[in-house]
């Protein structure tokens, strides 16, 4: 999969099929609240699943009941790629 960075407007086509998660700071970011702490840090785990399979690492900050997911590309120094879409759409489709 491609990692060069995608154009704003690849990027927001793309986010048009991916409710919830928003373009900020060269990233996509996304926040799901949870019934408590202990589900948002199962999520966070499942999660570093998926990166660690994609060998492509979201940022995860878990605070209380809530889970903020970020992703960039490094390699395509710091902007958003393809490999940030495809990352997005595998978390969405194990929280939705
Ligand atoms: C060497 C290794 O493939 C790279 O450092 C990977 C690992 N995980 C990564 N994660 C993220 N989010 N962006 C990257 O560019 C990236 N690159």
Same mark, same amino acid.
């Given at each position: 999969?491609? $990692?060069?960075? =995608?154009?704003?407007?690849?990027?927001?086509?793309?986010?048009?099929? !991916?409710?919830?998660? @928003?373009?900020? $700071? +060269?990233?996509?970011?996304? &926040?799901? @609240?949870?019934?408590?702490?202990?589900?948002?840090?199962?999520?966070a &785990?499942?999660?570093?699943?998926?990166n660690?399979?994609?060998?492509h690492?979201?940022? =995860?900050?878990?605070?209380? %009941?809530? =889970? &903020? /997911?970020?992703? #960039? #590309?490094? @390699?395509?120094?710091?902007? /958003? @790629?393809?490999? +940030?879409?495809?990352?997005a759409?595998a /978390?969405?489709? !194990?929280? %939705?």
């Amino acid at each position: 999969m491609s $990692d060069q960075p =995608l154009t704003e407007a690849e990027i927001e086509l793309a986010l048009s099929e !991916l409710p919830g998660w @928003s373009h900020v $700071d +060269d990233r996509l970011e996304r &926040t799901w @609240s949870f019934g408590g702490h202990l589900q948002a840090l199962a999520a966070a &785990t499942a999660i570093g699943l998926l990166n660690e399979q994609r060998n492509h690492h979201s940022d =995860l900050a878990v605070n209380y %009941d809530k =889970l &903020t /997911v970020a992703t #960039t #590309t490094h @390699s395509a120094g710091h902007k /958003v @790629s393809a490999k +940030d879409i495809d990352l997005a759409t595998a /978390v969405s489709l !194990l929280l %939705d």
